[in-house]
């Protein structure tokens, strides 16, 4: 089939983010549309509803007709009510007119970061398996990515030692992500006390830290923020949101925060990317932060059982994975099954399930899958046994 003259014009940075071909993931999810036998443990999406009073100062703002544009930096409501957070949460000082920027995601703080970082041929740190929307923000603000192992036996834990390894003279960022997508794995105080000695003794080296899962922690563990530690204000980008902790991934609210001259030059490029955060969606967010807590434990107890179900049932199987400790996925080895992620998921399908095969996020992780809890304890019941028929049909060569 001949090519258009503008897909023979694509961008070299592009061609390296699939270039527009379609991958194994794809052709799989290709399978699956418009079937509603398919119970889907996929995506990052959280099924629990948005609380109503979020959704109701949305519509407050629909039914005022105020809904243009906000400054480049969000509402200031909304920036102070951030800066509050910050504090009370996480133990950090932010000013809310200078050092902080809401987007659309956190996805979008992450562009904003690498686009204003980052110079040809520059490079980063990022742990694998990863979130892919990293890499490809990457290249297309012209970096070039230093992938940094973790491995299932610690739990996909990124360590100091490794960062220190991969670090040489053009690297200048580095990326944490704790806890993690795709792994469910976490950085403990411990490590990243570590990792700022490591980072200390680099005095270019500067950090981002995605924290858009700090919620979503088991087991007692704390989420301690990256720029509190030692003369790490000074050179680390925080990056959260609220699609994960209040189930608000359609909203598309974000938000950066860092030293003001930085931010202040951050700014027209968040600018150009979409000029602001959508109005109505900014109302909402700031309702999360103000609004009551308690549906937050509620969530966490339904995400406590669900994570206990899926873990059971592995166990059971002997479906092996490293110890999910924040998030709502489990990256579970099935190279017991005989065949690889792709085959694997693509397998599930005559089952009725969907799954992410690990590969999607790191080249190499083809003996994983990525699985979430996402659905509602009955269909995740289903899910797990057609899971334990498809894994001991493929184990007996059927």
Known sequence: MSQSTLRQRLAERTLRIRGGHESPYFQIMRRVEGRDDIIRLVRG???????????????????TGHVGYTPPGGMIELREAIARKFKEDNNLEYDA????????????????????????????????????????????????????????????????????????????????????????????????????????????????????????????????????????????????????????????????????????????????????????????????LEGPQDFMAEMMEEYHLRRAMMRDAFDELGVTYGEPKGGFYFFANISGSGLDAVDFAAKAVDYGILFSPGNVFAEGARKYIRISYLAPRDQLAEALERFGRLWNDCRSGR
């Open 97 to 288: 007119a200078s050092e902080i920027l809401v987007t659309a995601g956190a996805q979008e703080s992450m562009a904003v970061s690498l686009q204003t970082l980052l110079d040809p041929g520059d490079e980063v740190l990022l742990a694998t398996p990863h979130y892919m929307a990293y890499p490809a923000n990457i290249i297309m603000a012209g970096g070039h990515i230093v992938y940094v192992d973790t491995v299932e036996e610690e739990d996909f834990e990124l360590k100091p030692e490794a960062i220190e390894a991969a670090i040489t003279d053009r690297t200048k960022l580095l990326v944490l992500v704790t806890p993690n997508n795709p792994t469910a794995g976490v950085i403990t105080a411990e490590t990243l006390s570590a990792i700022a000695d490591v980072v200390r003794n680099h005095p270019g080296l500067v950090v981002i830290s995605d924290e858009l899962y700090e919620k979503v922690v088991y087991d007692g563990f704390e989420h301690i923020s990256f720029a509190t530690l030692p003369d790490m204000w000074d050179r680390t980008i925080t990056i959260n949101g609220f699609s994960k902790a209040y189930s608000m991934t359609g909203f598309r609210v974000g938000y950066m925060a860092g030293p003001a001259d930085y931010i202040l030059a951050a700014t027209e490029p968040r600018h150009s990317l979409s000029i602001s955060t959508s109005l109505p969606s900014q109302h909402g967010a700031l309702a999360a």
């Open 45 to 63: 999406e959280p099924d629990i509803p948005t609380p109503a009073h979020i959704i109701e100062a949305a519509k407050r703002c629909l039914d």
